[in-house]
């Protein structure tokens, strides 16, 4: 289940992306709408989103208290979380829609992008994780941090495989 769900993630970013890339590499077509953009990166997002919940409940085991305390505070950091996401790939959209072009202000863009998101998800990990804490207590909170990182992880991998390397 677990390759099944990122394969499908990979797939549904690196799509979106080669999607993108061609579109702004022919030069007599329009460019993809943003609304258009917007509207894949949703998708691509809710799917990576329940995925997410899905594995995270898979790998703990909650008693009922628990639960009930616990998916409400992890819905409320997935809502952050998007914010940071819709960024990211929003960011990466730009620098593919741009490749062709790309010059050293857009090139800088991107990795501070990168290192801003890096940023924001731990300062928001962070901040969660004292949430998590006072619903599951510490262990099973670092268990639900773990697995969200390694999951993180997991798809920033996927994306940064998408963006074709400056040059």
């Known amino acids: 289940m677990r390759n099944t769900l990122a394969l499908t993630a990979a797939v549904c970013v690196i799509s979106v992306s080669a999607f993108a890339w061609e579109t702004s590499r022919q030069p007599n077509q329009s460019a993809v709408s943003e609304a ?5 990166l949703k998708a691509v997002r809710a799917d990576l989103q329940g995925g997410r919940a899905d594995i995270v409940a898979k790998n703990m085991t909650l008693t009922s208290e628990q639960a009930a305390k616990f998916w409400p505070v992890f819905e409320s950091y997935q809502k ?5 996401m819709d960024d ?3 960011g990466i959209q730009r620098y593919i829609q741009s490749f062709d072009t790309l010059d050293d202000a857009g090139a800088l863009a991107l990795i501070t992008a990168h290192f801003d998101r890096d940023q924001r998800m731990n300062v928001l990990r962070q901040k969660w994780f004292g949430e998590f804490q006072k619903a599951l207590g510490t ?7 773990q ?6 992880l997991a798809h920033q991998m996927r994306f940064v495989a998408s963006i074709p ?3």
Do not use: F, P
């Open 36 to 40: 258009a953009i917007d509207d894949v």
């Open 88 to 90: 990211q790939l929003k």
């Open 147 to 152: 697995i969200d990182r390694r999951l993180s």
């Open 165 to 167: 390397l400056a040059h």
């Open 139 to 145: 262990k099973l909170a670092v268990r639900a941090m």
């Open 80 to 84: 952050e979380q998007n914010v940071i």
